[in-house]
């Protein structure tokens, strides 16, 4: 059924006649006749009829009438949605795992409300299992994630935002104490700081450990990026974490680095959606972004 047969029919409606409908929508009036014809045809049914030199209503057209309102007005919500979109209108679920959060995802941010100041961003810190497995089941529409953790499959489509080192770092004075994570067998007194265990650079340094056979004394498990730095940078222990989260700290002299043979190990960060999912003007525009300037 064509959505213009609707609207020549509501037209006549309003104007009161063919003739009339037929100036507003600028066509024949043989154009109108043969649409409400059409029209006709396929409900099988008269929804005008001739008395005296006028077309009146039927019961069929008459009770038609809110049916072509309620199709026409769902249209023109259809077109308000789309204009929506193109407007960067809308709402956007987006997690991310908890140091890109911190210090790569904040100059997206920036960005991305400049540039789409109506729309309305979800964010959630999460760790990287947790995200891939919301993508999988649909209920968020984008993460920032380590695509290290893998199990990725073939359902989740990710884009590259850029790949970052990681460093062992712990106080000038600790490390004077502690300069050797390199020889196997040691026990040494002091506590790794780090976040959950499902941290993917806590599992690697940890593997590392259990490789070289050194034992720290316990672990210290916190969820805040600043508090683990702040404990380290107060002498309290050592952290292994992605370069760019203690970036400043190194080169103030707070903290600095202790040589191990994890030395050049790097993580990879993506933005991934799920395959399926649909790319609105608000995800494009977020995925631009991180992969913009999160690899800054």
């Known amino acids: 059924m064509e959505l213009k047969y609707l609207q020549t029919f509501k037209t006549i409606i309003e104007e009161g006649s063919f003739s009339r409908a037929a100036e507003k929508l600028s066509y024949t009036q043989s154009t109108i006749t043969f649409q409400v014809q059409q029209l006709e045809q396929e409900l099988s049914a008269p929804l005008f009829e001739k008395i005296g030199r006028r077309m009146v209503l039927t019961k069929a057209g008459e009770k038609l009438i809110p049916y072509v309102d309620e199709v026409l007005s769902s249209v023109d919500k259809m077109k308000n949605f789309t204009e929506d979109l193109s407007q960067l209108q809308g709402d956007l679920h987006v997690a991310a795992a908890e140091t890109m959060m911190c210090y790569k995802i904040p100059a997206v941010l920036k960005k991305f409300h400049e540039q789409a100041p109506q729309a309305r961003l979800f964010l959630r810190s999460m760790n990287c ?48 104490q502690f300069p050797d994570f390199i020889t196997p067998g040691q026990q040494l007194p002091l506590p790794f700081i780090i976040n959950e265990p499902a941290c993917v650079f806590r599992q690697i340094f940890e593997a590392y450990l259990k490789e070289k056979d050194i034992t720290l004394d316990h672990t210290i498990e916190l969820w805040s990026i600043p508090t683990i730095k702040n404990l380290v940078k107060n002498d309290m222990g050592v952290s292994y974490l992605p370069s760019f989260s203690v970036k400043k700290e190194l080169e103030d002299g707070e903290l600095c680095t202790i040589d191990s043979e994890l030395d050049g190990k790097i993580i990879t960060a993506v933005c991934g959606r799920h395959k399926n999912k649909w790319i609105s003007p608000l995800m494009q525009l977020f995925i631009d972004l991180v992969c913009q300037y999160g690899s800054v």
């Open 129 to 176: 299992y947790d995200i891939r497995d919301a993508l999988l089941k649909g209920s968020i529409d984008l993460g920032v994630f380590y695509q290290d953790i893998g199990g990725l499959g073939s359902s989740l489509t990710t884009y590259p935002i850029g790949q970052y080192p990681l460093a062992l770092v712990a106080s000038p004075k600790i490390r004077k």
